[in-house]
């Protein structure tokens, strides 16, 4: 059974293992440092498909498939999928794991619902109610665009701040603790609400940084541990405006994360020649590079310690258009390697 440190983070004491993981991505995720990293890169954005939504739909369904495989188990292995996206109503999990016929819970975290799916699913592997799970999300740059911003063909300049939507998934496969080899969780703090007043839409790494540095204080808070007890404190995904702002909160509580901080937003492209603004975002985003580099690494025995720092925009587009400010909320997970 999870124990609890401090208010707010759970101690696992079996330690849930993440059996199994993978990853998959765009094309222009596939011209990204990161390219070599992913289970499988699609050319084409509409995967075959006749809608974005429904190649949306296709991604998750397929990482889900790679992820089990490679934990050596089929989805009627599974107890539970715990699944999210962008999409209103969570369109891309219900349509592109419906053939798994699997139970489901339905989650929105925005961009961070890999960290809230992951830390969800290894609480309840922990606690026994569940023996085997699978924790998924996705996100598509056309998708996301028609619902939040504006049509592709409006060709609207984008703002310096803005980030760009990852058309990419990411799924892990927890089960319960005990396999050594593989990466298992540690600990997870689930965040609070914080609103930093921010409405612009086109400035999302703004309004999740309060949050980020929230969820990364209570968590140092709670364990008593220190950014140099962590090879890597990985947030998904403030890209550079975001990053610049939580760590000059971070530093006002004492708190430097120096160059153990890194970015999903920020590594996923190269800012440099992509044209991507101040970086990734999508719940694809964060999800693709935890799924994929991340766990390789710490699979490698190159990282022992990950904290990994989910961040989401709480917003919708009726707030938005009714001037509410964007709430953000970070959920970190503590991952421990091989």
């Not at 590594?267 to 044209?275: G, S």
């Amino acid at each position: 059974m999870a124990s609890r440190a401090g208010k707010h983070t759970l101690m696992m004491q079996n330690k849930p293992c993440i059996s199994g993981f993978a990853a998959v991505a765009g094309k222009k995720e596939g011209e990204g440092p990161l390219a070599r990293r992913f289970d499988k890169l699609y050319e084409d954005t509409h995967l075959g498909q006749t809608t974005w939504e429904k190649a949306e739909s296709t991604m998750q369904g397929e990482v889900v498939n790679l992820a089990l495989g490679k934990a050596n188990l089929t989805a009627g292995d599974l107890q539970l999928i715990l699944a999210g996206d962008l999409l209103n109503q969570c369109i891309s999990s219900t349509y592109g794991l419906r053939e798994l016929n699997v139970p489901m819970l339905g989650l929105f975290g925005a961009c961070s619902t890999m960290a809230l799916s992951l830390g969800t699913g290894a609480v309840l592997v922990e606690s026994g109610a569940v023996q085997n799970c699978a924790a998924v999300t996705s996100s598509h740059f056309c998708t996301a665009e028609r619902q939040f911003r504006y049509p592709l063909d409006y060709g609207g300049q984008r703002a310096p701040t803005s980030q760009w939507t990852a058309t990419a998934a990411g799924s892990t496969v927890l089960t319960p603790g005990g396999n050594t080899g593989v990466p298992s969780v540690q600990a997870v703090t689930f965040g609070k609400i914080v609103d930093m007043g921010i409405t612009d839409m086109n400035n999302m790494g703004s309004a999740m940084a309060g949050a980020a540095a929230d969820t990364i204080t209570t968590f140092f808070t709670d364990t008593g541990l220190t950014p140099g007890n962590f090879d890597m404190v990985l947030t998904g995904d403030l890209s550079q405006v975001g990053s610049d702002l939580m760590n000059q909160i971070l530093v006002r509580n004492q708190i430097e994360l120096k160059e153990r901080h890194a970015d999903c937003g920020l590594l996923i492209y190269d800012r440099e020649t992509q044209d991507v603004a101040a970086g990734g975002s999508g719940c694809g985003c964060s999800a693709a590079v935890l799924c994929s580099y991340v766990l390789q690494e710490m699979q490698a025995g190159n990282l022992k310690n990950v904290l990994f720092v989910g961040t989401g925009a709480l917003m919708s587009p009726t707030s938005v258009q009714q001037g509410e400010s964007i709430p953000g909320i970070a959920h970190a997970v503590w991952i421990t390697g091989c």
